[in-house]
């Protein structure tokens, strides 16, 4: 049974252009969240989805930003005119259920993002 | 919203025993986790709790208090691969799914 994927492993973007990071859930589940890290310091949450739905979007900036989870597919996070300050690691986790009987969520190896 | 406190680093000998501490302060809970996270790595579960006391698993304990907004994290028989940051995360609500994360803890294990 496969992990949480994630790709690209490693994403370069130069200043001004568009970053796409690809989540698939472990089988089975039908619960993505979105965390981001930035070097030295722990996960920031960004955004929860399910199929077709945000669930909750309170961590993620209000500009450039967006996430779906389509009915088919993988989960892609989307940075618009990607800056400096957004140079980090994002984590896409997944779990069977949004948070009943203490569901753990399984993270993915994460997108290293480097904007130049 | 939340807050969660733990130190930033800790050091520790080869065979010994180390407790990370976790503090909290939520409107609501509804569970704790632990994991551990190599440098580059992504963060792999170690344990959870929502009912006080202590869940035991190998090496690993968890302790959790409630009332006291309080959990620890025991290592016992360091190894040199326990070398990681520790994370402390805090489910608030049952329909939230989402975990609010501490900062980590980074433990250096020395022979």
């Known amino acids: 049974n496969a992990g949480v994927m994630q790709n690209p492993r490693h994403l370069v973007r130069r200043r001004g252009q568009e970053a796409r990071l690809r989540c698939s859930p472990m089988k089975g589940h039908s619960h993505v969240y979105w965390y981001r890290q930035l070097p030295e310091e722990g996960l920031k949450f960004m955004v929860y989805?399910?199929?077709?739905?945000?669930?909750?979007e309170s961590g993620m900036p209000k500009e450039r930003f967006s996430a779906e989870f389509p009915k088919e597919g993988p989960s892609i996070l989307r940075i618009q005119q990607v800056v400096r300050g957004d140079s980090a690691a994002y984590f896409c986790?997944?779990?069977?259920?949004?948070?009943?009987?203490?569901?753990?969520?399984?993270f993915g190896p994460g997108t290293r993002l480097t904007v130049l | 919203g939340q807050n969660i406190d733990q130190p930033t680093e800790m050091t520790a000998t080869e065979g010994a025993i180390v407790q990370i501490n976790c503090t909290y302060q939520t409107s609501g809970f509804n569970g704790l986790f632990w994991y551990q996270q190599h440098a580059g790595e992504a963060p792999t579960f170690l344990s959870y709790?929502?009912?006080?006391g202590l869940e035991e698993k190998g090496r690993f304990s968890s302790f959790l208090s409630r009332s006291k907004g309080y959990s620890y994290l025991l290592l016992k028989e360091l190894q040199m691969k326990d070398s990681a940051s520790y994370l402390c995360a805090v489910r608030e609500d049952t329909n939230a799914g989402k975990s609010t994360f501490g900062d980590g803890t980074t433990l250096t294990v020395k022979p």
């Open positions: 709790n929502v009912l006080d």
């Open positions: 986790a997944s779990s069977p259920s949004g948070g009943a009987n203490g569901d753990t969520q399984y």
């Open positions: 989805l399910q199929k077709e739905n945000i669930i909750d």
